[in-house]
């Protein structure tokens, strides 16, 4: 099963690379991973997606905890939290198909946010399974490339 | 005259009680070198980065102090590896030091510039680029805490050489600031009590300790513990001596070539309470059906250990000592009367095991020595009262099943990397830790050649220890597995092709003797110890001798094989 889950690490140098490297010798999956400092700019929060049975994702968080740099793990469970994902989707479709392109990043709520001769950027923010929709309607109209950044996740009502 | 990066470093080690170091120099550490040659700081001169380290590490086992080693950049660094994953395997506490190039000349491949701190990250509880020189002294504190708290373990610091020549005032942290870095020390009242009910309740109970119990220093605890209960005892090979190997409740050891009773006690019991142990794969063998009878209570510091591999109904995290005097604590009030009686016909089960299937060998007079026969003369001229250090391979199994360690600190062997060429620069290490006492390392005669050079540096300290060679002209522990498991196809593990050890140690300016009659093992021994330098022993033994019991890899631990087949 997928799990989200937080960690805070100290903002120090090469801290990126524990983390992944824990992932990648002890053969844990990272399905997306996003980093970036908070307000305290000696703290950075990481979201981490990855997926396995309980037992694995019980080993994965004893195993962030246990690196020197890390304060603290959260594990989302499903509902707590908001997961919100950003995605830039680049079309570039038949002429007649253009206007299908702007309803469909209108009911997605996406914005166009570049606009070239033949091609459109959207970007668009949302759940992980909202801009997976988007992209179904998106591939026959000519999809030619989608970034994501992978979830970015708070747990509801608290402050951290 | 202020101080440089290099004086403090001097001074962190004064700090922390270090008066001894293990190293090898070069270009990058030349100004703490210099350091060392200024400051009048003892330093043992190794002859290869990985003894240095083995060195570190035989020091910090036999002392239950941390080790610290220094070694320059790039090659040495590379060549220091293995002796930090030894350390890292065992969680063995210890500080390396290493040479940087200097700040402006990182990320340029510099001349024997690499990665330390990428390198290392993987084997190491945590490691450390100073980038800075007045973060010199606040992260050796911090390497020293990190090292020597929770599950200890090896930390590296890196030092780039312009670092160490920087000036800087000295100012030693009191404390360290690590608010989120905080091992659980105390034991949980309720989980002991549980645990307690659960094993008084008994009828087939075993305890099962590790390298924790030694960690922790906790063996008083530990025999107080067993000796209360009178419970049957087996232990890993990381545990041995936490209490005396041949005490009446041990059962010997387990795992790969631990005991039959051991093995099937663990088959078969109804509680197991493991100890500072970790449930490891030479320990399980098949996991899904180990010890498949039992509920089962573990005591580790670390709480990655609990519950990776092997179910637990009961996880207690915290010390082992501090644990253990918890059990201790609660036991006082507790009649064990009936516990006792309820254990008669499970001792007597484990009694008819151990008469079936002892852990034994027969030399006859006229045959080539048996290993067996040799550790078991080492145990008897020493009492099992010396510190034994061991290589990897056969002869490390035979001296894990005969030589009854007596006391913690004692056994020093590579168990969870299985290093060989461990053995001679960790007894080293051991005697610089514990000069005048006893140190044997019972070396395998592939193993030995890995290492051999830092006879040199017991010749130069004027290290009495003494190398029982277990010479069987084979990489014996590979050649077992190729007969039982290839069908005795011997794939590169000859070894008849080898120096004449005797002559190399007289090269190497070390005493060299030899026995290859059962009637001169006595004498050489005998021998070896009057002399007052190191020795080495070759023990020209039997080349077909193979280790018993044996769970196959894969196999569950109640599958041993038991002697040769026909
Ligand atoms: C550095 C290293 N390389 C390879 C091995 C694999 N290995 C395990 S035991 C062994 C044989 C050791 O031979 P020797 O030292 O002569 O000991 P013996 O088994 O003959 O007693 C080997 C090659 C190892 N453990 N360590
Ligand atoms: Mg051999």
Redesign the pocket.
């Known amino acids: 099963m997928q799990h989200t889950i937080s960690v805070w690490v100290r903002n120090e140098f090469g801290v990126l690379s524990r983390v992944v490297g824990m992932f990648s010798g002890r053969g844990y999956n990272i399905d997306s991973l996003s980093v970036a400092p908070t307000l305290d700019e000696e703290v950075s929060h990481m979201t981490l997606v990855t997926h396995g049975d309980d037992d694995t994702i019980e080993q994965i968080t004893k195993q962030l905890h246990k690196l020197i740099d890390v304060i603290t793990v959260k594990d989302h469970r499903d509902g707590e939290f908001v997961g919100r994902e950003l995605a830039l989707l680049t079309v570039e479709p038949p002429p007649e198909a253009r206007a299908e392109v702007f309803r469909i990043a209108e009911i997605f709520r996406g914005k166009i946010v570049d606009v070239g001769q033949k091609s459109l950027t959207i970007e668009v923010t949302g759940k992980q399974d909202k801009i997976d929709a988007m992209t179904r309607l998106l591939e026959p109209l000519g999809l030619q490339s989608r970034v994501r950044t992978g979830p970015l996740a708070v747990a509801r009502g608290s402050a951290r | 005259m202020t101080s440089t990066g290099s004086d403090i470093f001097i001074r962190c080690l004064r700090e922390e009680g270090v008066d001894l170091i293990f190293g090898h120099p070069g270009g990058a550490v030349l100004f703490l070198y210099d350091a060392i040659h200024r400051h009048g700081f003892r330093h043992v001169l190794a002859r290869h980065e990985q003894g240095a380290v083995h060195m570190a590490d035989g020091y910090a086992r036999a002392s239950g102090r941390p080790g610290v080693a220094l070694v320059t950049s790039g090659p040495a660094l590379t060549n220091a590896i293995?002796g930090i994953a030894t350390a890292y395997s065992d969680s063995i506490p210890m500080v390396v030091f290493s040479g940087q190039v200097p700040l402006p000349a990182i990320g340029s491949d510099a001349f024997q510039e690499a990665d330390n701190v990428g390198l290392t990250r993987p084997i190491t509880k945590h490691n450390y680029l100073v980038k800075d020189v007045a973060d010199l002294a606040p992260i050796v504190k911090e390497a020293f805490y990190i090292a020597t708290t929770g599950r200890p373990g090896p930390v590296l610091v890196d030092i780039p050489k312009d670092v160490s020549n920087m000036p800087c005032e000295f100012d030693y942290p009191r404390e360290v600031h690590l608010d989120h870095y905080q091992p659980r020390y105390e034991g949980h009242w309720g989980q002991i009590k549980k645990a307690l009910s659960m094993l008084l309740r008994a009828e087939r109970p075993l305890l099962y300790f590790g390298g924790g119990a030694i960690l922790s220093g906790a063996s008083a605890e530990l025999r107080a513990l067993v000796e209360t209960l009178r419970i049957p005892t087996t232990y890993t090979l990381m545990g041995i001596g936490g209490i005396p190997g041949d005490h009446e409740l041990s059962l010997g050891m387990l795992g790969m070539h631990g005991s039959y009773r051991a093995n099937l006690a663990t088959d078969e019991c109804d509680v197991l309470l493991a100890v500072g142990a970790r449930f490891d794969d030479r320990v399980t063998g098949k996991l899904d059906e180990f010890s498949p009878h039992s509920k089962k209570i573990h005591i580790d510091i670390d709480p990655t250990s609990i519950r990776k591999t092997v179910h637990v109904d009961i996880p207690i995290v915290g010390d082992v000592r501090n644990c253990l005097q918890k059990f201790l604590k609660v036991l006082e009030e507790k009649d064990l009367s009936r516990f006792h009686e309820r254990m008669g016909p499970w001792k007597q089960q484990l009694e008819e095991w151990n008469r079936q299937e002892p852990i034994a060998y027969q030399q006859h007079p006229d045959e080539p020595i048996k290993?067996q026969f040799v550790i078991d003369k080492l145990f008897q001229a020493t009492h099992g009262d010396a510190v034994v250090t061991t290589?990897?391979?056969?002869?490390?199994m035979?001296a894990a099943q005969y030589y009854h360690c007596q006391s913690p600190n004692n056994w020093v062997s590579s168990g969870g990397l299985?290093?060989?060429?461990f053995g001679l620069p960790s007894a080293v290490g051991a005697q610089c830790a514990r000069p005048g006492e006893p140190v044997i390392c019972i070396?395998?005669?592939?193993?030995?050649m890995?290492t051999i050079q830092e006879l040199t540096t017991a010749v130069e300290e004027n290290l009495p220890i003494k190398v029982a060679l277990?010479?069987?002209q084979?990489?014996?522990?590979?050649?077992?597995w190729q007969e039982i498991i290839y069908d005795d196809r011997k794939s590169a593990?000859d070894?008849s092709v080898a120096p004449d050890f005797v002559k190399l140690a007289e090269a190497f300016g070390a005493l060299g003797l030899q026995a290859s009659r059962v009637d001169e093992v006595d004498s050489v021994i005998e021998k070896a110890f009057a002399h007052p330098g190191p020795v080495l022993m070759d023990f020209r033994v039997s080349k077909t001798e193979n280790c018993y019991p044996m769970v196959p890899a894969g196999s569950p631990s109640r599958k041993m094989l038991l002697r040769d087949p026909d």
């Open positions: 293995t290993p290589d990897v391979g056969q002869h490390q035979w299985g290093t060989m060429g070396a395998g005669d592939g193993s030995l890995m277990i010479n069987n084979y990489l014996g522990m590979v050649r077992q593990v070894l």
